[in-house]
């Protein structure tokens, strides 16, 4: 069987992976010369299997007036005349109850395990991907004791799900990663999670890709797909204004799949969160963090990629423009002088927007549409990377009629 994979960035690749060692023949194509030149170019860096609940929460009503008002908020509502944003906001809202929040982080949970147990698997099968994975495991600080206070309370319930988790006091933070000890003073405590990791998505993706033309499957790079169109065999893919010759299409085009798909009669909701990061080359001796971070209250990551930090964080909803405002890498800059002054003080940053393709609800969608050979992997929203092989092994799996992964039904599209 052949099959066309449309989207090059680490859901399109996962997905040709996990396909190709079931022995389909694939191609993947993209607009773009290089893989993981979207939003897998320059993630936060961590794979993040524990801290999967969606940003719609009970807590979100609350925080709007902020979103709407405030420049510096770690999320920014901009709104446009736009229904294809408003309907979207609208069912995000209608998602911020406490019981679809756990329902939802339930399901993450069991898609994240077994993407981080996948991800290891993929690491010793294939001995030459060498993209700074490190098991650094994850620290999230709070600054406040009340912050602090409702983190432990959640811990009971975590447990519950698999997660192996601890609080800590400041000074334990400390002890765990000493690069924060500037940043001793305003810190009330942390949640240290052992098992997550951290690496570099642009280079697991470059890495594949090597792994995947060894193979044999083929890449159609710099080439758009024209339109997705109906025909008497299925959905045909048209490029250069003729249909490519395949018998399944798997969409993993991440924010534009909403647009590709829209002249098919297939809503899928799915709308661009605008992220930033910055990442810093650092020089010997520098006080930088080996330990993932997460500041809860600002909602900043930084993820040690051998010898560069990560920063990343913001979530704009404000479209599918990729114009960057200066003053949210101020933010970026700012933050990483609080915590690691040293970093900020030392080095150039390099600058990085993307746009996350989340679903209100904060679910992907993984499996076949109401067109028999049109099958989605999207709407990983920020973690694509974290839930890329379990995914892909998910679409496989559906692909091939196996029923062998009992979540599998929670990811489908509803007609």
């Given at each position: 069987m052949r099959i066309l994979i449309i989207g090059a960035g680490v859901i399109g690749l996962s997905s040709a992976y996990y396909l190709s060692r079931a022995g389909y023949d694939v191609t993947v194509v993209d607009r773009h010369e290089e893989v993981a030149s979207e939003t897998s170019f320059g993630n936060g860096g961590q794979l993040s299997y524990s801290y999967v609940a969606p940003l719609a929460g009970p807590g979100v009503v609350s925080k709007l007036p902020r979103w709407l008002t405030q420049r510096d908020s770690p999320v920014r509502f901009r709104p446009k005349l736009s229904v294809e944003q408003w309907r979207w906001c609208f069912e995000f809202l209608s998602a911020c109850t406490r019981a679809r929040s756990e329902l939802t982080t339930q399901k993450l949970l069991s898609l994240s395990f077994l993407?981080?147990?996948?991800?290891?698997?993929?690491?010793?099968?294939?001995?030459?991907?060498?993209?700074?994975?490190?098991?650094?495991?994850?620290?999230?600080?709070?600054?406040?004791?009340?912050?602090?206070?409702?983190?432990?309370?959640?811990?009971?319930?975590?447990?519950?799900?698999?997660?192996?988790?601890?609080a800590l006091?400041?000074?334990?933070?400390?002890?765990?990663?000493?690069?924060?000890?500037?940043?001793?003073?305003?810190?009330?405590?942390?949640?240290?999670?052992?098992?997550?990791?951290?690496?570099?998505?642009?280079?697991?993706?470059?890495?594949?890709?090597?792994?995947?033309?060894?193979?044999?499957?083929?890449?159609?790079?710099?080439?758009?797909?024209?339109?997705?169109?109906?025909?008497?065999?299925?959905?045909?893919?048209?490029?250069?204004?003729?249909?490519?010759?395949?018998?399944?299409?798997?969409?993993?085009?991440?924010?534009?799949?909403?647009?590709?798909?829209?002249?098919?009669?297939?809503?899928?909701a799915i709308y661009p969160i605008k992220g930033y990061s910055l990442t810093f080359d650092l020089q010997p001796h520098i006080a930088a963090p080996h330990v993932s971070i997460t500041d809860f209250a600002h909602k900043v990551v930084y993820a040690r990629l051998g010898e560069r930090l990560r920063v990343g964080g913001i979530a704009d909803i404000d479209g599918y423009s990729l114009d960057a405002d200066p003053a949210?890498?101020?933010?970026?800059?700012?933050?990483?002088?609080?915590?690691?002054?040293?970093?900020?003080?030392?080095?150039?940053?390099?600058?990085?927007?993307?746009?996350?393709?989340?679903?209100?609800?904060?679910?992907?969608?993984?499996?076949?549409?109401?067109?028999?050979n049109l099958w989605l992997n999207v709407g990983h929203g920020a973690l694509g990377f974290t839930l890329a092989t379990g995914s892909a092994a998910l679409l496989a799996d559906g692909l091939a009629g196996s029923n062998n992964r009992e979540l599998s039904s929670a990811f489908v599209l509803s007609h």
């Amino acid at each position: 069987m052949r099959i066309l994979i449309i989207g090059a960035g680490v859901i399109g690749l996962s997905s040709a992976y996990y396909l190709s060692r079931a022995g389909y023949d694939v191609t993947v194509v993209d607009r773009h010369e290089e893989v993981a030149s979207e939003t897998s170019f320059g993630n936060g860096g961590q794979l993040s299997y524990s801290y999967v609940a969606p940003l719609a929460g009970p807590g979100v009503v609350s925080k709007l007036p902020r979103w709407l008002t405030q420049r510096d908020s770690p999320v920014r509502f901009r709104p446009k005349l736009s229904v294809e944003q408003w309907r979207w906001c609208f069912e995000f809202l209608s998602a911020c109850t406490r019981a679809r929040s756990e329902l939802t982080t339930q399901k993450l949970l069991s898609l994240s395990f077994l993407s981080r147990t996948l991800m290891h698997e993929l690491i010793a099968a294939e001995p030459s991907l060498d993209f700074d994975f490190v098991r650094s495991g994850k620290l999230v600080l709070h600054r406040d004791a009340k912050s602090m206070q409702s983190a432990v309370d959640l811990l009971a319930f975590q447990r519950t799900l698999g997660c192996e988790q601890l609080a800590l006091s400041a000074e334990a933070c400390v002890e765990i990663e000493p690069a924060l000890a500037h940043a001793r003073p305003f810190l009330a405590g942390g949640i240290h999670t052992p098992s997550e990791d951290t690496a570099d998505c642009r280079r697991f993706c470059n890495g594949l890709e090597a792994v995947l033309r060894e193979r044999g499957v083929r890449f159609l790079m710099n080439t758009p797909i024209d339109a997705l169109k109906s025909g008497a065999t299925g959905v045909e893919a048209i490029c250069n204004g003729a249909p490519l010759a395949v018998d399944r299409i798997v969409i993993a085009s991440g924010a534009g799949a909403a647009r590709l798909l829209k002249p098919l009669g297939i809503r899928v909701a799915i709308y661009p969160i605008k992220g930033y990061s910055l990442t810093f080359d650092l020089q010997p001796h520098i006080a930088a963090p080996h330990v993932s971070i997460t500041d809860f209250a600002h909602k900043v990551v930084y993820a040690r990629l051998g010898e560069r930090l990560r920063v990343g964080g913001i979530a704009d909803i404000d479209g599918y423009s990729l114009d960057a405002d200066p003053a949210r890498f101020a933010t970026l800059r700012k933050e990483t002088a609080t915590l690691f002054p040293e970093v900020a003080q030392s080095a150039a940053a390099g600058e990085w927007i993307g746009l996350r393709p989340a679903t209100p609800h904060g679910l992907p969608i993984v499996g076949p549409t109401r067109y028999p050979n049109l099958w989605l992997n999207v709407g990983h929203g920020a973690l694509g990377f974290t839930l890329a092989t379990g995914s892909a092994a998910l679409l496989a799996d559906g692909l091939a009629g196996s029923n062998n992964r009992e979540l599998s039904s929670a990811f489908v599209l509803s007609h």
